[in-house]
């Protein structure tokens, strides 16, 4: 007999006459019914399903009784794997999906990107990106997913939400008074404290309470 893969790849050039016997749904397939050429049909089933004694019914998907959560595939003929959407990893269960919580947060000059660690399928997210500015170092509050990083072209601290559109960076505060060629070198965030640390040129460190910022 003729396998799906016969069909798919046009081995079976006759051409059937008459009218399709797989319309009408007199056919009695379970699934997927294949036109012969002297009007007869066979039943089959989709990949990894077998067909069953009756030539016409395919047994049970095992995705079906797989307990999955959220994704299921056929890796072989009767055997189910779960799988998680991208930033999600498995339970112990090995069926049930949850959020990843490690994050690793990744800057270059004028791109921030969040970079899932321990999901089944790492999610990248563009976080920031301009090409006006010029990013010199970063801070994470990772109880809100924020994130603050300094411009080392306009000395301006600005924060974005790991929800925020792309490129919607708020400006927190800009430290004036900064001589040429002097710029916020390191920056740290304290969460108990919910302040900001900074750094001019490496020498001098100076504070902004986040409360007081996001209230002008």
């Not at 893969?5 to 081995?11: C, E, K, Q």
């Not at 002297?38 to 989709?46: E, I, L």
């Not at 301006?156 to 040429?180: H, I």
């Amino acid at each position: 007999g003729r396998t799906m893969l016969d069909y798919a790849r046009g081995f079976l050039c006759e051409r059937v006459v008459g009218v399709n016997p797989c319309y009408g749904g007199k056919h009695g397939c379970s699934h997927l019914c294949l036109p012969e050429p002297d009007g007869s049909v066979t039943c089959a089933c989709p990949q990894f399903i077998r067909l069953g004694r009756d030539g016409k019914t395919c047994e049970p998907d095992p995705c079906d009784t797989a307990g999955c959560t959220d994704g299921c595939y056929l890796v072989s003929e009767g055997r189910a794997k779960c799988s998680c959407p991208a930033g999600m990893k498995f339970r112990e269960d090995e069926r049930t999906c949850t959020t990843s919580t490690s994050t690793l947060i990744i800057a270059t000059s004028n791109v921030i990107v969040s970079h899932t660690l321990d999901a089944d399928v790492p999610e990248v997210k563009l976080l920031y990106q301009s090409y006006t500015r010029s990013t010199t170092c970063l801070a994470v509050d990772a109880h809100k997913n924020r994130v603050f990083f300094s411009d080392g072209v306009s000395n301006e601290v600005l924060k974005v939400d790991k929800s925020s559109p792309v490129g919607d960076g708020k400006v927190l505060f800009k430290e004036p008074g900064l001589p040429t060629q002097s710029q916020i070198t390191e920056l740290a965030y304290d969460w108990i404290s919910d302040t900001l640390f900074y750094v001019i040129n490496g020498l001098e460190v100076k504070t902004r309470r986040l409360q007081d910022l996001l209230q002008t």
